[in-house]
């Protein structure tokens, strides 16, 4: 075979792995966004924190908000900087907590899952147990 015709050959069936590759991993996250149960507060996943605790946002940049603890379930927009306030309500032995931020501004809140690590214990929301 002429040697063009083998770098052309080459570079189709480079091009078709790379292209099988792409597919298999859009399945993948596809699969993976479909898998973004919250697990049950309290339950042996994610223990309840009694009570709540107050949690302020360390570190630099923005921490992103999740729908469940996996880092395939990113809530596009959704997330806290520096310096923000969360109340936490339950935690994952893997580093996961179930948090709500409530906007000082307009009194918004959102809940969702975020990395412990970005959290620095404030205190307790509420009567202590």
């Known amino acids: 075979m002429h040697p063009k015709k083998v770098l052309l050959v080459k570079?189709?069936?480079?091009?078709?792995?790379?292209?099988?590759?792409?597919?298999?991993g859009a399945a993948a996250f596809a699969r993976d966004i479909k898998s973004c149960k919250e697990p049950a507060a309290g339950s042996n996943e994610a223990p309840l924190i009694s009570p709540?605790?107050?949690n302020v946002v360390i570190g630099t940049g923005r921490l992103q908000f999740y729908s469940a603890p996996g880092v395939h379930c990113a809530m596009k927009g959704v997330f806290v900087v520096p310096?923000?306030?969360?109340?936490?309500?339950?935690?994952?032995?893997?580093?996961?907590?179930?948090v709500m931020y409530v906007s000082p501004k307009s009194a918004d809140s959102v809940t969702g899952w975020v990395r412990s690590n970005r959290l620095r214990n404030t205190g307790t929301i509420g009567p202590t147990q």
């Open 11 to 24: 570079k189709v069936l480079l091009a078709a792995i790379a292209l099988s590759a792409t597919l298999q």
């Open 52 to 54: 709540p605790r107050g």
């Open 83 to 98: 310096g923000d306030n969360l109340i936490s309500y339950a935690q994952t032995d893997d580093g996961w907590v179930s």
